[in-house]
């Protein structure tokens, strides 16, 4: 095994990760997959050339804009837009009256008209769409909307929504489904452990805070639309435009623009914005376009779930663990949008990866008239993470135990059955990452230097945390029948080539993944290979792209479509190099054959050509059938895992709360780093969202409306907050497959490739949650630990008074 | 209200008479840092814009006396003024740790202290200084002290045809012996509005406080000076007990509330903290300089 190993942050610049790689495989790439390289979009995303929906026009452009509820909960008797409609320069005014299709943007459950038609159920809830020959006019005539609507009482508390008697949001109740884990006898298992450790945390809603805010262009043509936009997820725009507008599939089309950031936040959300501009195109005949600003954007887009999780953790005095009981409540808002099936993954993933035999967990998603609930980086995983390595940690402080040696004493291995049942086939790295991170922080030398800190007084605190998850990666079996995924390649006579897939770069870096995964499996250069924006119309359904599947399922997709390339490819090559077809190596540009023949790879396209093949491929991957019960939450409920173990050191300024992050490492097994550059890239932005999430950002809601919607008041983390960032990773390369009986299989992605996009972030709060609570010496369970909250804590023992200057004391 | 107008001043004289003629719904304009925002946002209104920043008054001059900072001059300018930094320091921290590099480069101090938020970062050193504020209407100059300028939160003492020309903080004579802090508390690590801020000056005349200004920020409507706690400074030594003393009086002399950024009871404890920061620091330089300055009186024996 080889290993590399890299920091990052302000002050470390251009060292390299730690890499653990097996030394052979035989799907050992040998190209470029692996190697150091730039990002396919670095230098148009640097030079300006790249153009976001912002920069696009279009002739008799159109611009919109919402009227919303100004109430959280009301009934709304009347809206009149005959004043709106007489305002100079508005083309077309829209109300639930006017769409064509269904009057539904909700995206599993149709709980969610677009337009309100009788009743309002928070802030953000639009009630008339305005068309105008330029923004400020649209905005004008939004004011002047007449809207006749009697106030209702509102729920803002998951608590108080499920009381008898709470406002009711929908008619049918507040309470929108369950789920569960129940495997073994987890009340017995608490009454008879040795310790129970319990806590009721606190994780709060998230900004995605993307560069770029929410944006589309919708543009008619005669019974049709076709729709530009920055969004993850084009199929489901696709759909959501189709049934508003009640046309076919085959008339919607809907292109990807370069997308500014994504993080979830434009996963489920970008129909919303898409529907009001196709209603408008639609309505005017003319194009439209609707941007956000930033205040518009925070105010209405999704974010991440606010949960209360209520957790019991039993164990022996020795420190085995022997059950959990787990209560989690999922604030939807108004509306379920994803809510259920970022509650599943929740529910799946509350225990974390320690073989824990006795097991109840429940999980209620609820209605309020709060902000809404989508999906985010981590998709509910970050939530029960901060419980469970908040329950890790306090248990290993009650019994004196160190925190990384009682999470390896409890680790999932190779044949160990988790929560939900599954006895897991190996490789299992979990016990890897912990042994890389300790090894990164040098843990024990740390935790030493750290205590001698403390010990000494004076005006900081030192911590130490430890976070760890088990990433399922990408869709839960309960959303299986998405996961097909394709690709569409083509050859052209000089030797470039086009790729398509039917997956998004928002950013992560999609595009260089794929574009390396075809030069490798093509053998040419990745500078050869142009990989085009994700339009609906030339790739299938390729489901959402989401839960860290894009590496796997679309390089898989894009990896077969490039070996029936490659297939026809071949009788060219061997006409040329005048051998036979196993003789032949494509790499790097060039055909070789026997001896030292080669022809570079532009004149075996040029020959193929000339032959008449079929120099277009399209690729599909699925993943095979995963068993899963949802009345049990027992089975199968993911192809693969990925596992991660990361550790924060963190300072608390006693003189004011403030908590910086001083240090951070990362062990990440990520199967197989296709653009490393990438992955470290990756990390380091997920392990900073997560501090962020952790200690600054915190949305502040009354009644239901965001009053700090906006970058001054919202606090996303700066470079100045970002420490230094160390990764190790372990790269296991194997594409796996059914092996070992009586276990799953663990299908991951080209090369042995897992998805890092979520991992990254995921026990990112808890390590640093976990650290704060050290240097403090008291368990803190609520983000954000914004320095007035740890203020409370200190001051509560009067921890500030220490000198502050060690001088003048004396 | 759309801006409909923008009129740009070539000069102090031009910019002062258009100033005094401006029609009601007229704003000034400089860094527009604040305004750019307020206008977007409707927290401020205008239908026309004077805009200042040609107008010749962004000079920083430093004679014996004192440094005269023109209203326009950049905060970006006033952090590399090596007079400031030598004279000032608790200004120069305040206008080198203010927003961001971006910011600083357009944000000017006129537009730092008549946008008279009660968390501006340049206001607390200013108070801490003591500085005039010279407002000019027509041809007619008055001098402004910096503490009797603002009245409430984006209020202040000018009127319309009031403009903000130049700001003037005196020197300290050497033999004065002052000493200054700037500290500021935002909830990240930079491009942050100040929770809380503090500024504090300091002359010690024969180990006994002479003089002391401690001025806070984002704590009442205005930023405010700490009266009890400088009176109960004035005449003592700076033991432990005297700075404790009056960081628990500075508590008494803030009126902070709760907002979006924190709450007041946080506000109050920092505020005591930050004092007793400043002061035991100042405690700690004096102590060094002397000791300093002792070794080297005994080495020169």
Redesign the interface.
Same mark, same amino acid.
Not at chain 1, 717 to 721: G, K, R
Not at chain 2, 187 to 192: C, K
Not at chain 2, 260 to 263: A, G, L
């Given at each position: 095994m080889t290993a590399r190993k890299r920091s990052s942050g302000a002050r470390a610049r251009g060292r390299r990760p730690r890499r653990v790689v097996p030394a052979r495989s035989a799907l050992a790439p040998t190209g470029v997959v692996g190697r150091p390289g730039l990002r396919v979009d670095a230098l148009a995303k640097v030079d300006g050339s790249a153009r976001y929906i912002d920069d696009l026009r279009f002739p008799d452009l159109l611009y919109a804009a919402v009227r919303t509820s100004d109430l959280p909960h009301a009934e709304v008797l009347r809206i009149d837009v005959t004043d709106a409609q007489q305002v100079p320069g508005v083309v077309a005014v829209a109300t639930f009256r006017d769409v064509p299709g269904q009057n539904q943007v909700g995206c599993v459950r149709p709980d969610q008209p677009l337009l309100v038609e009788t009743r309002a159920r928070w802030v953000g809830d639009r009630i008339a769409l305005i068309a105008a020959t330029d923004p400020?006019t649209a905005k004008a005539a939004a004011r002047v909307v007449k809207v006749d609507a009697v106030p209702l009482p509102g729920v803002f508390d998951v608590e108080q929504a499920l009381a008898t008697g709470a406002p009711a949001v929908h008619t049918g109740g507040n309470l929108i489904e369950e789920f569960c884990i129940e495997r073994g006898d987890a009340e017995l298992a608490l009454r008879q452990a040795d310790v129970v450790v319990e806590h009721r945390y606190l994780a709060p809603w998230q900004e995605h805070a993307y560069l770029e805010p929410q944006g589309v262009i919708a543009v008619p043509e005669r019974g049709s639309m076709t729709i530009y936009g920055s969004m993850q997820c084009p199929f489901y725009v696709q759909s959501a435009v189709a049934r508003l507008l009640g046309l076919p599939l085959s008339r919607v089309r809907v292109v990807q623009t370069v997308t500014g950031g994504a993080f979830g936040g434009k996963e489920d959300y970008p129909s919303e914005p898409a529907c009001c501009a196709a209603l408008l195109a639609h309505k005017s005949g003319r194009p439209v376009k609707f941007v956000y600003?930033r %205040?518009q954007d925070i105010q209405w887009s999704t974010k991440r779930h606010r949960m209360v999780i209520q957790h019991r953790l039993a164990a022996r005095r020795d420190g085995t663990l022997l059950g959990a009981e787990i209560e989690i409540l999922v604030d939807a808002g108004a509306y379920c949008g994803l809510t259920g099936i970022v509650a599943e993954r929740a529910n799946t993933s509350s225990v974390g990866p320690y073989l824990v035999p006795n097991v109840r967990v429940r999980t209620r998603t609820i209605y309020t008239n709060n902000p809404f609930g989508g999906a985010f980086r981590g998709f509910g995983a970050p939530q029960v993470t901060l419980a469970h390595e908040g329950q890790l940690d306090a248990l290993a402080e009650r019994l004196g135990r160190d925190p990384l040696d009682l999470r390896r004493q409890n680790a999932l291995r190779p044949y160990a059955v988790a929560a939900w049942g599954e006895k897991l086939a190996p490789p299992v790295e979990y016990l890897e990452t912990l042994a890389a991170a300790e090894r990164l922080s040098g843990w024990s030398a740390l935790r030493r230097q750290v205590e001698a800190h403390n010990r000494a007084g004076g005006r900081t605190r030192l911590g130490l945390g430890v976070g760890c998850c088990m990433y399922g990666s990408c869709l839960h079996a309960g959303g299986q029948h998405l996961e097909g995924s394709g690709a569409l390649l083509q050859v052209h006579r000089d030797g470039s080539v086009s790729a398509a897939i039917g997956l998004t770069e928002m950013g992560q870096g999609a595009a260089t993944v794929v574009a390396r995964v075809a030069a490798e499996v093509l053998g040419v250069a990745v500078d050869q290979v142009e990989v085009l924006p994700t339009d609906t119309a030339l790739v299938p359904d390729s489901g959402p792209t989401v839960a860290s599947r894009t590496t796997p399922m679309a390089g898989h997709a894009v990896a077969n479509a490039a070996r029936q390339l490659r297939a026809q490819l071949l009788p060219a090559a061997t006409g040329l190099l005048r051998c036979r077809a196993n003789q032949v190596e494509l790499s790097g540009g060039w055909a070789r054959g026997p001896g030292r023949k080669k022809v570079a790879f532009a004149d075996v396209a040029a020959a193929a050509f000339q032959a008449k093949a079929h120099l277009a491929a399209s690729g599909w991957y699925a993943p095979p059938r995963k068993q899963f019960d949802r009345a049990t939450g027992l089975g199968q409920p993911y192809s693969a895992y990925a596992y991660a173990t990361q550790i924060a050191l963190c300072e608390v300024d006693l003189? +004011?709360?403030?908590a910086?992050v001083k240090k951070f490492f990362c062990a990440h097994d990520v199967g197989r780093a296709i653009f490393p550059d990438g992955v470290c890239g990756q990390i380091e932005g997920g392990a900073v969202q997560g501090m962020g999430y952790a200690l600054?950002e915190r949305l502040?809601v009354r009644d239901g409306r965001i009053?700090?919607a906006n970058f001054?008041?919202y606090?996303i983390?700066? @470079? %100045?907050?970002a420490p230094e960032v160390a990764i190790a990773l372990i790269e296991s390369g194997d594409e796996g497959g059914d092996k070992g009986r009586g276990t799953a299989s663990q299908a991951k992605g080209p090369f042995g490739a897992k998805g890092i996009g979520e991992p990254s972030l995921i026990p990112a709060p808890a390590a640093v949650a976990n650290a704060v609570s050290h240097a403090l010496g008291a368990r803190l369970t609520e983000l954000p630990l914004?320095?007035?909250v740890i203020?409370?804590e200190i001051?509560r023992r009067n921890l500030?008074n220490v000198? $502050?200057? %060690?001088?003048?004391?004396? | 209200m $759309?801006v409909q107008s923008v009129v740009r001043a070539r000069s102090e004289v031009e910019a002062a008479w258009l100033v005094y003629e401006g029609k009601p719904a007229t704003r000034l304009i400089a860094g527009g840092t604040d305004l750019m925002?307020q206008l /977007?946002?409707g927290q401020r209104q205008a239908l026309a814009l004077i805009d200042l920043r040609r107008s010749g008054m962004d000079h920083i001059l430093e004679n014996e006396h004192a440094i005269c900072i023109g209203a326009t001059a950049t905060v970006a300018a006033l952090a590399q003024h090596p007079g400031i930094r030598a004279h000032f320091p608790a200004l120069h921290t305040a206008a080198a740790t203010l927003a961001?590099q971006q910011i600083r480069n357009l944000a000017t101090i006129g537009g730092n202290i008549c946008n008279a938020s009660p968390a501006a970062d340049l206001v607390t050193p200013l108070l801490a200084y003591d500085a005039v504020l010279r407002v000019r209407r027509g041809d007619d100059v008055r001098e402004v002290p910096v503490d009797r300028f603002f009245t409430g939160p984006g209020q202040h003492v000018l009127t319309q045809q009031d403009l903000l020309v130049e700001v003037v903080v005196s020197k300290p004579l050497p033999s004065e012996g002052e000493r200054s802090r700037f500290l500021k508390?935002g $909830? /990240?690590?930079?491009?942050? @509005?100040a929770?809380v801020n503090a500024a504090v000056s300091l002359r010690l005349r024969r180990g006994l406080v002479a003089e002391t200004h401690i001025a806070l920020g984002a704590v009442a409507p205005t930023a405010v000076r700490a009266i009890s706690a400088e009176r109960l400074l004035r005449g003592e030594k700076l033991t432990?007990e005297a @700075?404790a003393a009056a960081a628990e009086a500075a508590v008494d002399d803030i009126s902070p509330i709760d907002d979006?950024?924190? +709450?007041a009871g946080?506000r109050r404890?920092?505020v005591r903290? $930050?004092v007793?920061?400043a002061l035991? %620091?100042i405690?700690?330089q004096v102590?060094?300089e002397t000791a300093h300055g002792s070794q080297r009186s005994r080495s020169r024996a």
């Open positions: 400020a600003n %205040e003189a +004011t709360g403030v910086r600054t502040v009053l700090n001054t008041d606090l983390p700066t @470079i %100045e907050d914004l320095p007035d203020m409370a001051a500030d000198p $502050f200057v %060690e001088s003048a004391a004396t | $759309f925002l /977007r946002r961001s508390l $909830f /990240r690590g930079a491009q942050v @509005i929770v432990p @700075i979006v950024r924190s +709450t946080y404890r920092v903290n $930050f007793r920061l035991e %620091e405690a700690a102590a060094a």
